[in-house]
């Protein structure tokens, strides 16, 4: 079984030696993540997720999406957070940046700002459709940005359809609690549940990620698979072997022993972009608490080699890079021969735009780690659903690790409440 790799032989700084003195540690923490006894332990449901997924709730998810594949030309997914972009990013890697703008339906996504000019556009583009299903997703059901941006749409919804609205509303969220479950439940929207026991970033693999993914035509039961593989690697594979202890260690050791306070995500595929996205989420919600923790920030090669590359060559030697490698791309052509070569590319031509992207990418790593800045790398053989599943779930597990290691709780955000509070009183909220 083929699975993503992870490498640190360029990270210029870290000795085997300094890992292998880690791993007791790494042991020891991974346990309270695998026996659910550390810090944030009630939001640890994520851990066994791919396994203890239902096939009866697989289902249900695949006939929902099926229906609003086959009835509707436009699919707004309402959410912010963790309740959308582990959907945006992985339709946004299987489908590919320019076959979303014909895919059918249109997948929009909302509730992700506060902007009245992208609601207005929205709703302009909306009111054009035949029809429309919105899937509205949040797990505590009162937060304010999705809120305004599905009472907007649900306004359209009812006005559309009159007494057949409620047959596309899906509520995504809390059993139980929250006003969205009241709504919901008041309205007799179909709704599907999001575990209490798994924390918003953490909630891809549930039907958050799984129903907007399932409506864009991917697979959902080979993300599962690749996630659950996954899960089973990383559950018996010891320290040296195991991808999601030695990154996490490599991340904390540059942090805490070589200084590098800022981690850069790049990509040599635009279709990663949202990968990225999710995971300074996951990171950077997880770990920045109580003065500590490194600044996920993420970059798109090779088009930010022409505005961040100088800063990264050259700038405040703090930052280390990790690159997300494609081994296999699965769509390519290649650069045509011209006669005059006016441009003067002849001396590639007939060679695979993929094989130019990956010197490029060779290129960078020498430069960028001559110009001292320390590279992890992690490898995806294909870009698929299997190994995007594994992927997901190897940068949570490695994620609740590296939270452990800087001492922190890794599953909670108190840090989000004060823009709310300050907002809310500005706007008058009792
Ligand atoms: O990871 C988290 O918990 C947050 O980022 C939430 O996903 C985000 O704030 C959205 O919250 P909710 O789903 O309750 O609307």
């Known amino acids: 079984m083929k699975s993503i790799k992870f490498d640190y032989s360029n990270s210029l700084l870290i000795k085997e030696s300094e890992l292998k003195k880690l791993s007791k540690q790494l042991v020891k923490l991974d346990n309270l993540v695998k026996t659910k006894r550390g810090a944030g332990a009630e939001f640890l449901g994520w851990y066994d997720l791919p396994i203890n997924i239902s096939s009866k709730e697989i289902n249900q998810i695949c006939a929902v ?3 609003i594949r086959k009835n509707s030309d436009a699919f707004v997914c309402i959410g912010i957070g963790g309740s959308y972009l582990g959907a945006k990013a992985v339709i946004e890697a299987m489908c590919g940046v320019f076959n979303l703008l014909t895919h059918k339906p249109q997948i929009f996504f909302a509730g ?43 306004n359209l919804i009812e006005k559309k359809y009159k007494k057949n609205s409620q047959k596309y509303i899906i509520a995504t969220t809390d059993e139980k609690k929250g006003a969205l479950r009241k709504m919901a439940d008041t309205a007799g929207w179909r709704s599907f549940i999001i575990p209490e026991d798994v924390g918003g970033r ?45 990154y996490a260690a490599a991340r904390y050791l540059l942090y805490s ?23 300074k989420q996951l990171y950077g919600e997880s770990e920045g608490k109580q003065g500590k923790a ?10 930010d080699l022409h505005s961040m590359g100088q800063w990264i060559q050259d700038g405040v030697r703090n930052i280390f890079e990790t690159v997300l490698e494609i081994e296999k791309t699965n769509l390519d052509l290649k650069i045509p021969f011209a006669e005059n070569d006016l441009d003067e590319l002849n001396y590639i031509a007939g060679k695979q735009v993929d094989y130019v992207n ?20 992690i490898s995806l053989p294909e870009l698929n659903e299997y190994y995007l599943g594994q992927l997901l779930y190897f940068f949570e ?17 108190p840090g989000v409440e004060a823009y709310k509070k300050n907002m809310f009183r500005l706007l008058g909220k009792k």
């Open 257 to 279: 022993k070589y200084n590098k306070a800022i981690e850069i995500l790049v990509n040599y595929n635009p279709e990663l972009h949202y990968i990225a996205e999710w995971w």
């Open 397 to 413: 597990r490695a994620c609740a690790i590296s939270g452990y290691l800087l001492e922190v709780n890794p599953f909670d955000q």
């Open 112 to 154: 992700n700002n506060i902007s009245g000019r992208y609601l207005s556009e929205l709703l302009n583009i909306l009111q054009s459709k035949k029809n429309i299903y919105v899937n509205v997703i949040s797990k505590s059901g009162t937060t304010t940005e999705p809120a305004i941006a599905f009472r907007i749409v649900q």
């Open 358 to 377: 990956s010197k490029a990418m060779q290129g960078t790593i020498e430069a960028h780690t001559d110009g001292n800045v320390p590279n992890l790398k």
């Open 294 to 303: 490194l600044y996920p920030a993420s970059c798109d090669f090779t088009t």
């Open 65 to 67: 999406a099926e229906e």
């Open 202 to 246: 953490f909630s891809v693999l549930t039907a958050v990620g799984l129903l907007p993914i399932a409506v864009a035509g991917i697979d959902i039961k080979k993300i599962l698979k690749g996630a659950s593989d996954m899960k089973k690697i990383l559950d018996t594979a010891a320290p040296e072997k195991n991808i999601a202890m030695q």
